[in-house]
């Protein structure tokens, strides 16, 4: 293993915020993460998968482990369906299109969430309808107090919208380092009720869609509204949708009329948060080299050198705008660090 110090992690972070670790470690095996956990049990650590979810505000005073395990196999298999087990350090995205050339469904409304495998389930990654925990079996994880290795079921990780137990009870305890996903083989379940992917579709003279179809509507759909991050920074959508109540969603309706809505059931609404900000003003706002993106509102971008700072400002400026406007508070989706 080779460490670092004094790194840039400009390279790893999706924002291409520039920001230095104290040292650092590109980590490509188990053996090697259970050695470094053991012998840095008592200093400060970070870990770093896609760098796709985060907004570096500092530098990085610890030990930041790069997390880059390798690989993709399939572990079982029925007639139907197949059970993969994928790497912490596999890009999500490539893992899609890896699971299309083998013709397996389930994963073909997530392609191009930037990121990691091992990342998706802290989020519960989600998209057109799509979430991980919809095809998710299990995650092995490393404990970073004993370096033990413990397998999370489904109800172990406790998904909900953008959440899971690593984000509340466990986080920053463990380090995820595979994934095992139950996709289809055959008599796939496409989603394709989502407005959008049913317009791309339909524009693209598509009746009777593949799972590649609705992968490539997907990324249509996703490259006409959000920046490639290698061309301007960013982590896609950095704020998560808000959910509200019923009574709270018609006073706001009273309010504003054309806000559009999804019911979650007879007590809970879902008000998209990017239709709020660009109500509020601040969609293709720009201040200095950092600003909000002008095709989608949920997006704030680096255009080449601003600090984490500037962009964290901005997105409490949003929040507390938002708030005075609507009386609804929107959560960062990102994490701040």
Same mark, same amino acid.
């Given at each position: 293993?080779?460490?670092?110090? @004094?790194?840039?992690?400009?390279?790893?972070?999706?924002?291409?915020?520039?920001?230095?670790?104290?040292?650092?470690?590109?980590?490509?095996?188990?053996?090697?993460?259970?050695?470094?956990?053991?012998?840095? @049990? *008592?200093?400060?650590?970070? %870990?770093?998968?896609?760098?796709?979810?985060?907004?570096?505000?500092?530098?990085?005073?610890?030990? !930041?482990?790069?997390?880059?395990?390798?690989?993709?196999? %399939?572990?079982?298999?029925?007639?139907?369906?197949? !059970?993969?087990?994928?790497?912490?350090?596999?890009?999500? @995205?490539?893992?899609?299109?890896?699971?299309?050339? @083998?013709? #397996?469904?389930?994963?073909?409304?997530?392609?191009?969430?930037? /990121?990691?495998?091992?990342?998706?389930?802290?989020?519960?990654?989600?998209? #057109?309808? +799509?979430?991980?925990?919809?095809?998710? $079996?299990?995650?092995?994880?490393?404990?970073?107090?004993?370096?033990?290795?413990?397998?999370?079921?489904?109800?172990?990780?406790?998904? /909900?919208?953008?959440?899971?137990?690593? =984000?509340?009870?466990?986080? /920053?305890?463990?380090?995820?380092?595979? !994934?095992?996903?139950?996709?289809?083989?055959?008599?796939?379940?496409?989603?394709?009720?989502?407005?959008?992917?049913?317009?791309?579709?339909?524009?693209?003279?598509?009746?009777?869609?593949?799972?590649? *179809?609705?992968? *490539?509507?997907?990324?249509?759909?996703?490259?006409?509204?959000?920046?490639?991050?290698?061309?301007?920074?960013?982590?896609?959508?950095?704020?998560?949708?808000?959910?509200?109540? +019923?009574?709270?969603?018609?006073?706001?309706?009273?309010?504003?009329?054309? $806000?559009?809505?999804?019911?979650?059931? &007879?007590?809970? +609404?879902?008000?998209?948060?990017?239709?709020?900000?660009?109500?509020?003003?601040?969609? /293709?706002?720009?201040?200095?080299?950092?600003? !909000?993106?002008? =095709?989608?509102?949920? %997006?704030?971008?680096?255009?080449?050198?601003?600090?984490?700072? &500037?962009?964290?400002?901005?997105?409490?400026?949003?929040?507390?705008?938002?708030?005075?406007?609507?009386?609804?508070?929107?959560?960062?989706?990102?994490?701040?660090?």
């Amino acid at each position: 293993m080779t460490i670092i110090n @004094h790194a840039s992690i400009k390279p790893f972070n999706t924002f291409g915020i520039e920001a230095k670790a104290q040292s650092y470690c590109d980590v490509t095996s188990i053996t090697t993460l259970k050695s470094l956990l053991k012998e840095y @049990h *008592d200093k400060p650590l970070f %870990v770093l998968g896609g760098g796709s979810n985060m907004l570096l505000t500092k530098d990085i005073e610890a030990l !930041v482990l790069h997390i880059n395990l390798k690989g993709i196999e %399939v572990v079982s298999e029925t007639e139907n369906t197949v !059970v993969i087990k994928a790497m912490a350090g596999e890009n999500w @995205h490539n893992f899609v299109l890896w699971c299309l050339q @083998h013709n #397996y469904g389930g994963v073909e409304n997530l392609s191009l969430i930037p /990121g990691n495998i091992g990342t998706a389930p802290i989020q519960n990654i989600g998209a #057109y309808g +799509v979430e991980l925990k919809d095809i998710f $079996v299990s995650c092995e994880a490393i404990n970073i107090e004993n370096q033990a290795l413990r397998t999370f079921s489904k109800p172990d990780c406790n998904f /909900g919208y953008r959440e899971s137990i690593f =984000k509340q009870d466990l986080k /920053g305890q463990y380090i995820i380092t595979s !994934v095992k996903l139950e996709l289809t083989k055959a008599n796939h379940q496409l989603r394709t009720n989502y407005g959008v992917i049913k317009n791309e579709l339909e524009s693209n003279g598509i009746e009777n869609p593949t799972i590649q *179809d609705i992968s *490539d509507a997907v990324i249509a759909i996703r490259q006409s509204k959000l920046p490639d991050p290698k061309e301007i920074g960013n982590s896609g959508s950095f704020f998560k949708n808000p959910i509200i109540t +019923v009574e709270e969603f018609r006073e706001l309706e009273r309010n504003f009329p054309a $806000v559009p809505s999804y019911k979650l059931s &007879e007590e809970a +609404v879902k008000v998209p948060a990017g239709w709020l900000i660009e109500k509020a003003g601040f969609k /293709g706002k720009r201040f200095k080299d950092y600003g !909000v993106h002008n =095709k989608q509102a949920l %997006v704030l971008v680096n255009y080449g050198n601003a600090n984490g700072k &500037e962009i964290f400002e901005l997105a409490q400026l949003i929040q507390n705008t938002v708030k005075r406007l609507f009386n609804i508070t929107i959560e960062t989706e990102v994490n701040i660090i």
